[in-house]
Structure formats: structure tokens, C-alpha cells
């Protein structure tokens, strides 16, 4: 058999090349985002697309652009209730979050703009990422099939407290998540069958193309999806001079611990008789933390913040409904007892501190009243 000739050769070294300048290149989840570390460069835009910007895409994806533009993503930045608290900790480990297309310490424009835009998500190597490929599109396109699944949203929504700066080791990477959101997931029962962040989060909707996976993102600010989350009942009888009241918490379509996200989010339970504000009784289920001396791996000792309690309501299948106590003083003749299931971004202390406004900082999930029965008190 001939050897080929150097013209041969050249021809199948030219084909090579020209095949790996075309070749989809590969993009894995796990290398989408930084967790905080640093901002997430996504690259040039893709041929056929004027800008990475949201606006650009919202051109061709008007509907979808418009319910990205009514999400927390779009405010990630903007909001009221993270800028008071970016205010207090101006820290990089928040803003790559918050602003993770920005690059310098006070994003303008597009970056503030835009939050956690669109291309953060789908874009990146030049390419335009989704679920699948679409032969029709103006613009490269690769299929993430990891993107339909609850790890992709793991690279945002699960990460420890930030570690050292390098300035005297006054903080050091203890592994203690400050956001356990996925983590939880993994252990519940929506897991188990698989049922995916997506579900709950980003729900079919139709458009005038077909279906579509909503951009709205509901979460910890929408009502219906709280209310879908938990069944309440309630129940109260008299003791001697006080009164009794048991709400019972059960989960429903719930993937992950009640309250999850944010180490300040809570749900209170409140009941007081109607007649007496004063006599108000309240029990919060959240996660808590304090501050534990440790040896830093800089040397000397430094305090670091550990969970040291966890009274959430679980993920459905992971325990029994949660009973809750509360304990009214007093026995009006006739008395109704008003009792409340609320859903708060901080504590209430912490809010007004930072003046986030009550109306924005608490949710009412389930309220109403209830009437002891009026026979013989306990003894």
C-alpha cells in the first residue's frame, strides 16, 4: 500500500483542525458557577445575537424575557431588602451572587440591571445552552440536559459560609452551609421521586410557540407557592385560666425544609385572643447559629458560626408534622383566638434595623380564628 502523498496529508491535518474550530465544545454544570467565589464571565455572545445583555434576547423570547423581568433574578441586585443588608456586609462573596455578570465592587448598568440574567444562565463558549438544541435557532446552540435538573440549581443555591480573606484568618472555610437548599432536597421525599426544583419553580406554561418552563421563579415572596407548601390546622381548649392552642404543620408540595434559603428566613406561628393583642404568643421555626471559638489554620483562636439548632419544618417525608404549642393567659367569656402562619425574609428586630418595612419583610401564609369550647374548664 503507498504511503500518502504530503498533499494528502496536509489536506486530512486541515480537515482535523477545521473539525475541532467546530466542534461543540463541552460545558458541565459543575464548572457554570463560582458559589460566590468570583464573578461568572459568559464569554462573548453568540454569533446571531447582537449582546449577552437581556435585552437582546428578550427581542426573540419576548414572553419568557417578560416573566424573567418580573422575578427575583432580574432584582437580585436591585432589591430593597439585599441592598440593606449588602449595606451592612459589603462583601464580593455577595455581590458575585447578586450581580454575578458585574466586575467591579459597584455594578452599574447592565450588571445591576440585569441581576442574574439570562445569559448567566444559558450562555456561554459562544454558545446559547437550553435543555435541548433547536435546528431553527439564529444562534449556536448546545443541549445541557443537566440544566431540567435540581444540581443545576445547586450552583447558586447551596454554598458555605465564605472562608478566609487572607486578611489575619478572621474567617476560615468551616464546610457549614449558609444556604442548604439542595442538600435538603436530595434527602426528600420530591428527591426520591424525582421530582426536580423545576417542578415547583420553573412550571410548564403554554405560549404561542407551545410550552415553555416559566422564568418567573417563584419562591420565598409568592404567596400561592407558600400557601401550596403546608397544610395548617388548629385547635384550642380552655385550662384553668389560660387557653391552649395546637397548630399542627404538615407538608404538602414541599421539596425542602420550611423556611429554606437565606440563614435570616423564618415562619412564625403567632395566636393571641382577639380581644387582647397584648396577649400574643409566638414560636419561630429557623435555622440558628452562634459564634464558636476555634483554632484558625492561621494559628490562635478566632470564632466561627456553626448551626446549633435547626427547628424548620422538615421536607414532606422526612418526619411527622410538627405540633406546635402556644399558651394564652387569661379566659375571656366568649373569647376567639386569632392565630397566624407567617413567612419572614429576617427577624423582625433585624428588618426594622435595616428598614425593611414590615409589609415587605412578612408574608401571611394562613390565618384565621378559633373559639375554644365554652363547656366546663379544665381543672
Known sequence: MRAPSLSALAALLLGALSGAAWATPRI????????GRSPI????????????DAASCASCHAEIAAEWRGSLHASSWSDEVFQAAYAVEPMAFCRNCHAPGATTA?????????????????????????????????HPMMAVRAMSGSRFCAGCHQFNFPGDTGRGGARFDTAEPMQDTWAEWLDSAAAADDVQCQGCHMPWVDDARGRHRSHRFPGGRDLSLLRSAVDVATSARLEGDHAVVTVTLTPRALGHSFPTGDLFRRVEVTAA????????????????????PERSPHGGITFVRRQSADTRLAAAGLGAPRVLTLTLPGNPPGGRVRWSLDHLLMPTPLAASQGVGVARNRLVVSDGTIAPPQGAPSP
Open 273 to 292: 385572643w382577639e380581644s387582647d393583642p397584648a396577649s400574643t404568643v409566638r414560636v419561630g421555626l429557623a435555622r440558628e447559629f452562634r459564634n464558636v
Open 28 to 35: 458541565t454544570v459543575e464548572g457554570m458557577f463560582s458559589g
Open 41 to 52: 464571565p459568559v464569554g462573548p455572545a453568540p454569533a446571531g445575537v447582537s449582546s449577552t
Open 106 to 138: 459597584s455594578p452599574r448598568g447592565v450588571a445591576a440591571d440585569d441581576g442574574v440574567s439570562c445569559a448567566i444562565c444559558h450562555v456561554r463558549a459562544e454558545h446559547v445552552l437550553g435543555t435541548g438544541r433547536s435546528p431553527s435557532a439564529p
